[in-house]
């Protein structure tokens, strides 16, 4: 009896860490529907639109990556916003004015980074179907607690995650930056 009590007891346990395991990437699909579904009304009506009501974050800008990866860009790096999606980091706007820099977590949309070589384009679009293309130049692996983000031209586009890919924790000091300037 106790034996079948302790087997009933690692079946419950199991399936409850499945279930968990399986939370944060049912999440993250279903908030890419959600944020796409924003994406394209912002399109159609060039109004803002929140992917669900109590959202902090709207769509902003979509990411192309070389490897045929999209990813709706959040206007605000918010710990919620980061939690769904690459955010334009504090400072940060798409006006032209000053460098794009966006982040995003190393497990999650950024994990890809450590895959891009210099010379890949990276397109980033605006609501009103304005694409621009970005050439990779360079990569920087930068301490936060020594320097932060190093401000390029204004034609500049920096994607930022944590590093190193591979660490087990979270909110390290050290960043992967992606550094690409704007093609003609």
Known sequence: MLKRIAHLGCIVFGGICLAKAAYIPAKAFTAQIL?????????????????????????????????????????????????????????SDLSGDKMIAIAAHKNTQFKTLQTLKRGDVIGLETPMANRINYKIERFEIIDSRISGLAMEPADSLALVTCYPFDAISFNGPMRFVVFAHKMT
């Open 35 to 91: 944020l796409d579904r924003s994406w394209s009304k912002m399109q159609m009506t060039g109004d803002i639109h929140l992917p669900w009501s109590w959202m902090d974050a709207y769509p902003a800008a979509k990411l192309h990556m070389p490897n045929k990866d999209t990813h709706i860009v959040l206007n605000t790096d918010s710990g919620q916003a980061l939690a769904f999606g690459p955010a334009l980091m504090s400072g």
